[in-house]
């Protein structure tokens, strides 16, 4: 059996209204998972937004050993024991790319990890690279057996400085961690400087870690001793992915959104883009109010490391520039793939010109039709549901367990609640 939402679109109508609350957030929260083995005793991680990334990261500690409980609702507490195993299980490894970054951890406490070459969302080509570069930099040998990544150090990993030559936010996250139980200083230069890496870091440095300048471009580890968790439980900040999908269903079909528990600092640019494109947006502190405006003006869109326009956003932002008079660009500068969803935007009535893999011209406004829809990733998945919001008639949205259900929690009930027709139902995969 496989999940699908079945929406009743408004046809353009500006008929949402009400709050819609902010969970935690998931490239956060996975970061946090991770870090529990850099911990002597239990941690308490708190905010965790229930959703199936969450929960396989959980997993796969468990199939590694940890004790992992889960108290309520989005609290849990890990406690890594005696015997933690240092392979993460190729099965689920296999299917979320996040998971890389557990390695760092593992290889820093036990001087080895294993791990298969991590799958996830189909965004376009995936490279380990920095991952290998930086084993080897921190003395680390890595070798390929069997299809797995084996990497080994020996006398344990040592302090060393790199250059990144992208700004890659899970390869900054894993040397951070490695960084902490390290001996001597870790620096990294051209780190990438998303919110959740400086609110990791801000965690394990109320844990006793020593990390100095993330959320900058070169942070600076100075490598020590297990951290101790008792008592400094872990919250998760606001998801800035899901305030700005909201934000953007907002600007296209609310009479007035409340976006709650949210940190607007984390969205200035596509604030700044959507208030260019002449979207209301009022904004205080842990809260944004949106509301569509009669008309939208077309806006180009280029994608960039924090704190540029997130890539994560390009897919629901595309959406609205369909809605919007004018042409607008859209260059998609951090994965080749991520815009291989315009297509089935396309099907829906868009007018959408693939100028090559990075870059798409949209011309605005066109009227969207009620659509058959399998989302190639989770991001493109909840665009889809914005995109069948706004359409006239009914829109199907296949793979929703496998996409839109990895990221964000009890989604339907959220959309619902501020009025869209929305309904989750169950068909035979072979249907799909
Ligand atoms: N890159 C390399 N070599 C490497 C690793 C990355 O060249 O060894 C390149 C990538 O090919 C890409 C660039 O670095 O061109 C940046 O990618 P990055 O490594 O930052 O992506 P990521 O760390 O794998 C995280 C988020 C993504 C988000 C990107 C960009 C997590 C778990 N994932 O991915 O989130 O799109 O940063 O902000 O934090 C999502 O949540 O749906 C998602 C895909």
């Keep these: 059996m496989s999940n699908t939402f079945v929406i009743k679109g408004f046809g353009g109508e500006r ?47 468990k199939d590694m050993g940890a004790d992992v409980v889960n108290l309520k609702h989005g609290v849990y507490t890990v406690l890594i024991p005696r015997g933690f195993a240092t392979e993460l299980s190729p099965g689920i490894a296999k ?13 820093a406490r036990y001087g080895k990890v294993s791990f298969p070459h991590p799958g996830g969302c189909v965004i376009g080509a995936r490279p380990l690279d920095l991952f290998v570069d930086g084993f080897e930099k921190m003395g680390a040998k890595v070798s390929v057996k069997d299809d797995s990544y084996v990497v080994e150090a020996k006398d344990g990993l040592k302090g060393a400085e790199f250059f990144l ?20 200083s870790t620096i990294i230069k051209n780190a990438a400087m998303e ?6 870091a801000q965690f394990l440095n109320k844990c006793g870690a020593k990390i100095i300048g993330a959320g900058t471009p070169t942070i600076i580890i100075k490598g020590g001793k297990l951290l101790a968790g008792a008592r400094k439980p872990y919250k998760t900040m606001p998801d800035r992915i899901e305030a700005g999908s909201f934000l953007v269903l907002g600007a296209l079909a609310s009479r007035e959104l409340h976006i709650t528990n949210c940190n607007p600092a984390h969205l200035e640019s596509p604030i700044e883009l959507l208030r260019s494109a002449g979207v209301s947006i009022e904004t205080k502190k842990t809260e944004i109010i949106v509301r569509a405006p009669s008309k939208l ?3 180009d869109v280029k994608t960039h490391e924090y704190p540029g326009f997130p890539t994560d956003l390009q897919a629901p932002m595309t959406v609205l520039l369909t809605q919007a008079e004018g042409e607008s660009k859209v260059f998609e500068t951090i994965f080749e793939g991520r ?20 870059r798409v ?44 259900d990895r990221g964000y929690e009890d989604i339907e009930n959220r959309l619902r609640a501020i009025g869209v027709e929305i309904e989750r139902a169950q068909v035979l995969s072979e249907s799909v």
């Design 15 to 61: 008929k949402l209204h009400g709050k819609v609350s902010i969970t935690g957030a998931k490239n956060a929260a996975l970061k946090a998972i991770a870090s529990t083995v850099l911990f002597r005793d239990t941690v308490t991680l708190t905010n965790i937004p229930e959703i199936n990334d969450t929960f396989r990261m959980f997993d796969l500690l």
């Design 361 to 404: 011209l949209v011309r605005g406004k066109s009227e969207l039709r009620g659509r058959k829809l399998t989302s190639p990733d989770l991001r493109a998945g909840l665009a889809f549901v914005i995109a069948a919001v706004v359409a006239k008639g009914e829109s199907v949205i296949h793979n929703v367990d496998t996409t839109i």
């Design 195 to 200: 919110p959740e890496i400086a609110d990791l």
């Design 165 to 184: 030559k992208n700004q890659s936010v899970t390869v900054t996250e894993t040397f951070m961690m490695a960084g902490v139980l390290a001996s001597g």
């Design 297 to 299: 003006r077309a806006v």
């Design 95 to 107: 299917r979320m790319r996040s998971s890389i970054v557990l390695t760092g951890p593992v290889l």
């Design 339 to 358: 815009l291989n969803y315009t297509e089935s935007l396309s099907a829906m009535g868009a007018s959408i010109t693939m100028m090559d893999p990075h």
